[in-house]
Nanobody
Framework: QLQFVESGGGLVQPGGSLTLSCAAS????????IGWFRQAPGKEREFVAA????????YYADSVKGRFTISRDNAKNTVYLQMNNLKPEDTAVYFC??????????????????????WGQGTQVTVSS
């Protein structure tokens, strides 16, 4: 059974940093594009970042560009989201998601949640003084 376990969330002051981890079990991340999404209370889920099967290809939402970094370690079957200079508006539940890469789509970084078919349970990030 395909499963994700997200970790690393917590309470941090504005300007602080957190690193989220998304560990996969039951499948190998090598053949998947991975995305991070977030959902704040009363708001719709929004795209944060994605990394392609080709790990050097990444894509970010404008709101996090320059502050967040997505990366993958296929040897550890884990994807990370390094979050720096956190702001109160970054407060949300963060989810990782995966979609199996089709032949020829090795640089694909989907940004719509509808394109992903495997989701984690989420980890809470709260940015507050």
């Amino acid at each position: 059974q395909l499963q994700f376990v997200e970790s690393g969330g917590g309470l941090v002051q504005p300007g602080g940093s957190l690193t989220l981890s998304c560990a996969a079990s039951g499948f190998t991340l090598d053949y998947y594009a991975i995305g991070w999404f977030r959902q704040a209370p009363g708001k719709e889920r929004e795209f944060v970042a994605a990394v392609a099967w080709i790990a050097t290809n990444t894509y970010y939402a404008d709101s996090v560009k320059g502050r967040f970094t997505i990366s993958r370690d296929n040897a550890k079957n884990t994807v990370y989201l390094q979050m720096n200079n956190l702001k109160p508006e970054d407060t949300a539940v963060y989810f990782c998601a995966a979609i199996e890469v089709q032949t020829g789509s090795y640089y694909y970084t989907p940004s719509s949640g509808n394109e992903y078919n495997h989701w984690g349970q989420g980890t809470q990030v709260t940015v507050s003084s």
